[in-house]
């Protein structure tokens, strides 16, 4: 019986910050980093990178972590978690951004056990926000979950506000998703990104645009999301902290 696989997609030519799965974090690789959390999740056999660079394929090979080429022009990492499922047989292939280098291997955990409780389902992780800055900020996917946990919207707009705009309560995903291979089919097999998606540029808004349930699970408020070289130095003071305590 097939497993659950974990997908890391890493490319190299990211616009806002090129190169950054070889950037160096406290004297590693993000993308170095990001696999040593998966492989506390499964085993180093159940997790892969997929990537459309010979910088970074040269890279696994030196740090011993599997890898699968996929095309350059896959629109984003779940596009290119379709070409992994091409090749690799799974359970459910779950999808962890490189960009998360203090991402929790218990939320991955977590996100793995309700994706065996809602088969079929996509699902992918969220948390509180307690900043008001992350509230603000457009790098930051804002959730909006119903009450049973289903996916409502998302957004990098500061959502759910009041009528003055306020931050009164919020929530953000955490990038760890889980998809199983008809919804992630259908999403490769839309050809492009869909109309919603293509403005916001969140990939799990496909899901939705082409009616499909998204199930949010709560997980730990942990990670920090490297999305611009200025994140690099808040993982590093969060690494530091973590290594003094």
């Given amino acids: 019986m097939a497993e659950p696989l974990i997908v890391i997609p890493a490319r190299y030519a990211s616009s806002r910050f090129p190169g950054k799965p070889l950037a160096e ?5 993000l993308l170095s980093r990001v696999w040593a959390r998966c492989v ?7 997790v892969v990178v997929a ?15 599997a890898y699968v080429m996929t095309p350059s022009d896959c629109p984003t990492g779940t596009d290119r978690v379709h070409h ?6 799974a359970s459910v292939y779950i999808n962890v951004q490189g960009d998360e280098p203090l991402i929790e291997p218990g939320d991955i955990r ?34 909006v979950v119903a009450p049973d946990g289903r996916l409502l919207y998302m957004s990098r707009a500061a959502v759910p506000t009041d009528k003055q705009l ?21 999403f490769f097999e839309a050809g492009s990104k869909t ?15 082409l009616g499909h349930t998204v199930r ?29 305590s």
């Fill in 84 to 89: 992994v499922a091409r090749q690799m047989d």
């Fill in 40 to 46: 506390q999740a499964l085993p180093p056999e159940r």
């Fill in 110 to 143: 977590t996100v793995i056990e309700a994706a065996q409780r809602y088969p079929g389902e996509v699902v992918n992780a969220y948390c509180a926000i307690e900043a008001e800055a992350d509230f603000r900020n457009p790098n930051v996917p804002k959730v």
């Fill in 166 to 186: 306020g931050f009164r309560a919020a929530w953000k995903q955490v990038c760890i998703y889980a998809l199983p291979a008809a919804p992630l089919a259908a």
């Fill in 195 to 209: 109309t919603v998606e293509a403005i916001e540029d969140i990939e799990i808004l496909r899901f939705l645009e």
């Fill in 25 to 29: 974090v406290a004297g590693k690789s």
């Fill in 216 to 244: 949010m699970v709560a997980v730990s408020s942990a990670s920090i999301a490297v999305d611009v070289p200025e994140d690099v130095a808040r993982v590093e003071e969060a690494l530091g902290a973590d290594a003094a």
């Fill in 51 to 65: 990537t459309d660079d010979e910088r970074i394929a040269t890279h696994c090979t030196a740090q011993g972590m």
